[in-house]
């Protein structure tokens, strides 16, 4: 017997709808920025400083450079090792836009690389078989929250000299072979936004062993000025010289305080996150009609998201029915992501379909279940029950 769903009028598996990701503040956040609020800085201030140093620190790394979004972090990345037109960057083909265009601002060209079926990260063999004579550097991202495989990566690049800028938005706290990731590639860039694991509401920072890069980023991330207002003002000059075009990617002193405060509970966020990851794996690996992403043994998951497969074949509806009938359930389930050369933008100018065939064929099977911190027992036990009732509904 099959339960009537939602989608058909039957009953909701819950009355409110269960978003795939949420901010968990508490009120040390509240205070922490109230604090803030009544200070002399906003933005560009003592926070700033103190929280790039948290951060580097949380995630071993020697430089950090706060800026105002994740996407700003990528762009401040390509800037810093001057990615220019006619430059090549190899970037999976399932990602964020962001991870890209980071590499279009600049004037430079994505190429585009397939994943391995597995674990939906970039194949470490498709960065020879991507490279040209014109390539600058390759951008493993680190899909779902667990790392790209670095020593690979790594080992290929510096063989070939490319620089590695790896897209850890979602992957703060994460480990790979023993070593945190932050200072594992040349660059690595986190985003802050709200669904992330730590928040500052907008935001982002990249981290690098490179004294060189972190300064050049700091004056991109300030205009392009050689100095930042507080310095400037303590020695007196009368301007700083603007010695790159730079832009305003700053992050304000009112996000660093919520991001510090934050930060002091990261441990725990990622526990809760693991945790919730856990109940799924183990609740959900015999539903045949679904697959889950291989978790390599030798890396800590940050579980930012929680992608499943669809078995299409064992299905009679493909993912659009599947994803509106969990909605109709309340449960906010979502997509993440459509190959970036699937985007208008990208076809038109003159990406086509069949480039990466492997994340061509994960495309149409992939969902996305809620999971942040804040999800209850009840939560959790909702998405699963859901997801078993729209399974077996469908079944084949
Ligand atoms: C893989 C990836 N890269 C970059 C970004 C951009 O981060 P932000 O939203 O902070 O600009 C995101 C955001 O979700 C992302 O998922």
Redesign the pocket.
């Known amino acids: 017997m099959t339960d009537k769903l939602a989608l058909h009028g039957g009953p909701m598996v819950r009355a409110a709808l269960l978003r795939y990701g949420r901010h968990a503040l508490e009120e040390d956040d509240v205070q922490a920025v109230a604090a803030v609020l009544r200070s002399d800085w906003l933005t560009t201030g003592p926070r700033v400083e103190a929280f790039e140093r948290a951060l580097a620190s949380a995630v071993g790394a020697t430089h950090s450079v706060a800026v105002s979004?994740?996407?700003?972090?990528?762009h401040a990345a390509t800037f810093a090792i001057q990615v220019k037109p006619g430059d090549e960057v190899i970037v999976p083909a399932l990602?964020?836009a962001?991870?890209a265009n980071a590499v279009l601002y600049q004037g430079g060209t994505p190429v585009f690389a397939d994943v391995r079926p597995d674990t939906l990260t970039l194949d470490p063999a498709e960065v020879d078989a991507r490279r040209t004579v014109h390539t600058r550097a390759v951008m493993p991202?680190?899909?779902a929250g667990q790392p790209a495989e670095l020593d690979e990566i790594n080992t290929l690049a510096r063989a070939r000299g490319l620089a590695v800028i790896e897209?850890a938005?979602?992957a703060l706290g994460a480990e790979y072979r023993g070593r945190r990731v932050g200072a594992l590639a040349d660059l690595t860039?986190f985003?802050?936004?709200p669904?992330?694991h730590v928040t500052t509401a907008?935001?982002?920072i990249v981290t690098t062993e490179s004294a060189d890069l972190a300064a050049r980023m700091r004056r991109f991330r300030n205009h392009g000025l050689d100095g930042e207002f507080r310095e400037r003002d303590a020695q007196g000059l009368e301007y700083s010289p603007m010695v790159d075009l730079g832009y305003n990617y700053r992050l304000t002193d009112i996000g660093c305080a919520l991001g510090l405060s934050q930060l002091g509970r990261l441990d725990q966020l990622l526990k809760r996150r693991a945790e919730i990851a856990q109940r799924y794996r183990s609740e959900l690996a015999a539903v045949s009609e679904l697959s889950l992403l291989t978790v390599a043994p030798d890396v800590r998951h940050a579980w930012?998201i929680f992608p499943i497969l669809l078995e299409l074949e064992r299905l009679t509806k493909d993912r659009r029915t599947i994803l509106a009938a969990l909605r109709a359930e309340n449960i906010g389930v979502t997509v993440?992501y459509v190959p970036v050369y699937w985007h208008p933008y990208y076809e038109a100018r003159g990406y086509r379909r069949g480039l990466c065939p492997r994340a061509e064929h994960a495309y149409p099977r992939l969902l996305t279940l809620p999971l942040f911190p804040t999800m209850t027992e009840q939560d959790v036990q909702d998405v699963i029950a859901a997801v078993t009732k729209v399974l077996r509904y469908y079944r084949r």
């Open positions: 979004s994740g996407t700003a972090a990528l990602t964020f962001a991870s991202v680190d899909f897209d938005a979602h860039t985003s802050f936004h669904v992330k907008e935001g982002g930012h993440h």
